[in-house]
């Protein structure tokens, strides 16, 4: 459903990346050149790209503006990456869902390593490299995604204090 002004009246961050796509072609042409490239080079989350296999939002733009008929030049591109930037935060702006813990997390290491680290090399880190990274998250985290870690924490939680209650009984 639409409102009035044309705006969609569902404000999930789908919905409003959707609107954005149908209202401003030279984003929706940079989101299918995004959607394309991952097709060619699919790849597990916990895999950084190789360098070869990343396409930069330069890139992006540039195929963007050719396929919406634009000149392609150095400036050009130049404009249409601070114009895609500027939309993106528009649309988490407007949007009225917040991350959830899961896409926070993804958003963290994905800027900071290219991917998800699995369970075993996240446990393998440094705790000093361990607390900045979750110092960082928790400052980012809403009481919602406290509420949702908490929930996720909760079984490991329980059976440290069962572990702990039985090696406390044994002694």
């Given amino acids: 459903?639409?409102?009035?002004?044309?705006?969609?009246?569902?404000?999930?961050?789908?919905?409003?990346?959707?609107?954005?796509?149908?209202?401003?072609?030279?984003?929706?042409?940079y989101c299918a050149a995004v959607e394309s490239h991952a097709e060619w080079f699919p790849r597990p989350i916990t895999e950084p790209a190789r360098p070869e296999n990343l396409l930069a939002r330069s890139e992006a733009c540039l195929i963007a503006l050719r396929n919406v008929g634009h000149p392609a030049d150095e400036l050009a591109v130049t404009l249409a990456e601070a114009y895609v930037e500027r939309l993106e935060d528009e649309i988490r702006s407007l949007a009225d869902e917040e991350?959830?813990?899961?896409?926070?997390?993804?958003?963290?290491?994905?800027?900071?390593?290219?991917?998800?680290?699995?369970?075993?090399s996240w446990l393998s880190e440094v705790e000093e490299e361990k607390d900045a990274a979750v110092a960082e998250l928790v400052e980012q985290m809403t009481d919602e995604q406290h509420a949702e870690a908490l929930k996720a924490a909760m079984p490991l939680v329980l059976e440290r204090i069962i572990a702990r209650d039985k090696a406390e009984g044994a002694q």
């Fill in 1 to 29: 459903m639409t409102r009035p002004d044309g705006f969609p009246a569902d404000r999930s961050l789908a919905a409003v990346r959707r609107h954005y796509r149908q209202m401003v072609p030279l984003f929706d042409a």
């Fill in 99 to 120: 991350p959830s813990l899961d896409d926070l997390v993804t958003r963290y290491f994905f800027a900071f390593a290219g991917c998800v680290p699995t369970p075993e």
